[in-house]
């Protein structure tokens, strides 16, 4: 069988020589980091959510759908903040917000800031 294959073109050669060297990409510019500015809902602020949003998470709903909206909490932390420094978030604010069964237990839900009122 090898007498019928046809020969190898150089450049399928296995040595790494028979080919021109790569050029490496320029390296790309660093970003300047930017600093955490004032939000209008910094940690620790009441809030109340004014607006419609569905979860599935809150514990001892078996995964039922429930509506957060006229409920109130307490911002947790901020997801567009990390260890001081500027970071983009879809869904800035971790709210706490107690269980709807009255148990005093609380559930973290990530919300908008436009989803969201001072209380």
């Known amino acids: 069988l090898r007498d019928k294959r046809p020969p190898v073109p150089f450049m399928f050669a296995s ?70 420094i500027a970071v983009s978030a879809t869904l800035a604010c971790r709210v706490k917000l107690p269980v709807p069964d009255g148990s005093g237990k609380t559930f973290i839900a990530h919300l908008d800031e436009d989803e969201l009122e001072l209380a």
């Open 15 to 84: 040595s790494t020589r028979a080919f021109a060297p790569r050029r490496s990409a320029p390296a790309p510019a660093l970003r300047a980091r930017r600093t955490t500015t004032a939000t209008a809902m910094p940690v620790g602020t009441a809030v109340k959510v004014k607006s419609s949003v569905i979860v599935f998470h809150v514990p001892k709903t078996k995964g039922a759908a429930t509506d957060l909206q006229g409920m109130q909490g307490v911002v947790d932390s901020r997801a567009d903040d990390h260890e001081g």
